[in-house]
């Protein structure tokens, strides 16, 4: 079955004056939070946390100009494992990256 891409009833002008200003503080917002892993204190570890080569892969799907972006993103940071649950989880919640980007 062939798939049909839905089009915005907006124009891209509209598009652009209602959603700049909240995409663009998005975009600040993230330059902030990597100046501030710049800034942070040496752990002593000098490998990337997998969080951080998501993050990264990421922004480089954002700027790639391909077709379905957000969901080409969200499968960069999702788990896509099969496996039963574990009896027990290391940690409190989803981390929000698959580990196995550093591997």
Known sequence: MERL???CP??????L??????HRAKMIDIAA?????????????NTSDYRITALKKSLSLLLDDQPNRS????DCLSDHTT?????????KGAVGAPKELSE
């Open 83 to 91: 496996d039963l649950p574990v009896d027990a989880a290391g940690t």
């Open 71 to 74: 969901k080409r993103i969200l």
């Open 17 to 22: 004056d209602l959603y700049f200003l909240e």
């Open 33 to 45: 939070f990597l100046d501030r892993l710049d800034r942070g204190k040496s752990d002593g570890n």
């Open 10 to 15: 907006l124009t891209k002008n509209q598009i």
């Open 5 to 7: 891409e839905q089009q």
